[in-house]
C-alpha cells in the first residue's frame, strides 16, 4: 500500500485514519467539511431546479396574461360604453328651434 494514500474506517461516531501523522481532529473537521460541501452542492441542486420550474411557469402565466388581455380588448371594442369618453356632437344642433322657421 502507498504510505501516501490513507484508510479510512468507520466506528459508528466517524472516520478513523490509519496513518499516524494525521491528527483525528484535523481528520474529523475535514470530514465535516466534505459533508457541508456535499449538502450544499444538493442543496444548489434543488435550487437550480426550482428556478427552472418557476420560469416555465413565468413564460406560461404572460402567455395566459397575453391571451387574456387581448380577449378582454376584443370583447370591448364593439361596446360603445367602454370606448372614449371624448365629447359627441349634439344631435339637436342641425334641428330647429321652437318658433324659428
Known amino acids: 500500500m502507498d504510505s501516501n494514500k490513507r484508510e479510512l474506517l468507520s466506528n459508528g461516531t466517524g472516520p478513523i485514519s490509519l496513518d499516524p501523522d494525521v491528527n483525528p481532529d484535523e481528520e474529523e473537521e475535514k470530514q465535516r467539511l466534505i459533508s457541508q460541501v ?3 452542492q444538493n442543496t444548489l441542486d434543488d435550487l437550480s431546479c426550482r428556478v427552472d420550474s418557476v420560469k416555465e ?8 396574461n397575453q391571451v387574456l388581455g387581448q ?3 376584443n370583447l370591448m371594442a ?7 369618453t371624448s365629447p359627441r356632437s349634439k344631435k339637436k344642433s342641425g334641428a330647429k328651434k321652437k318658433g324659428e322657421k
Open 78 to 84: 364593439p361596446n360603445s360604453v367602454f370606448q372614449s
Open 71 to 73: 380577449y378582454i380588448e
Open 57 to 64: 411557469e413565468n413564460m406560461k402565466l404572460k402567455s395566459e
Open 38 to 40: 456535499l449538502e450544499l
